[in-house]
C-alpha cells in the first residue's frame, strides 16, 4: 500500500461497494467512482447488454482499462465492479495504489440484497443464490489475497462500516506518512 490517500473497495456484488464508498468519499472529501458505472458512462450501454454483446470477457477487458485508468490518480475512493479481482493485473494495480477494503457479506445477505437486481448478469439463472456460493468459493480467496483489511457488512448499519473502514484507513495513512518521512530522511 503506497500513501497516494486512495481507498479502493472490493467485494461481492451486494456487499455494500458503491453505497458505502460514497460515504467514505464524502467523510474523507474525495472523488468517488465506480468502475461499473463508469463502464456504463464511457459505453453508452447497460452491464446486461454488454454481457450480451461482448460476452463476460469482453466487460472484463472493459473493467481493466477503467480500473487501471482510474486508479493511477490520488485521494480517491474507488468502488470496483465484483469481478474485479478475477484479473491479477487488477489486484496488483489495486494493492500498489491504494488501500483496499475488502466488504465481506454472508451468502444469505448477498442474496437478499441482489434478489431483485436484474442489472446483474452473472445471477440471471435459475438458482441465484446457488451462483453466488459458486462466485464466492472463487472469488473470497482473491479478495483476501488483496485486501489491506476485511469488514464483515452483515447486519450492520452504513455508517458503522463507514467508521470502522476511516479509523483503519487513518491508521494505515499515518503509518504509511511516517515511513516515507523516514526514508526521505536516509
Partial sequence: MTSRGNLFLVGPMGA???????Q????????????????????????????DVEGEEGFRRRETQVIEELTRGRELVLATGGGAVLSPHNRAVLA?????????????????????DRN???????????RIEEILRVRDPLY?????????????SVRSVVQQILRQFSAAESAASTSEEVDSRR
Wanted: overall charge positive; glycine content about 4%; aromatic content about 6%.
Fill in 16 to 22: 455494500g461497494k458503491t453505497t458505502i464508498g460514497r
Fill in 120 to 130: 446483474r448478469p452473472l445471477l440471471q439463472t435459475e438458482n441465484p443464490r446457488a
Fill in 24 to 51: 467514505l468519499a464524502a467523510a474523507l472529501n474525495r472523488v468517488f467512482e465506480d468502475s461499473d458505472h463508469e463502464i456504463v458512462r464511457r459505453t453508452g450501454a447497460s452491464i446486461p447488454l454488454i454481457f
Fill in 144 to 156: 483476501r489475497e488483496v485486501a489491506d483489511l476485511v469488514v464483515d457488512t452483515d447486519n450492520r
Fill in 96 to 116: 500498489e495504489r491504494g488501500f483496499v477494503v475488502y466488504l465481506n457479506a454472508s451468502i444469505e445477505q448477498l442474496f437478499k440484497r441482489t434478489a431483485r
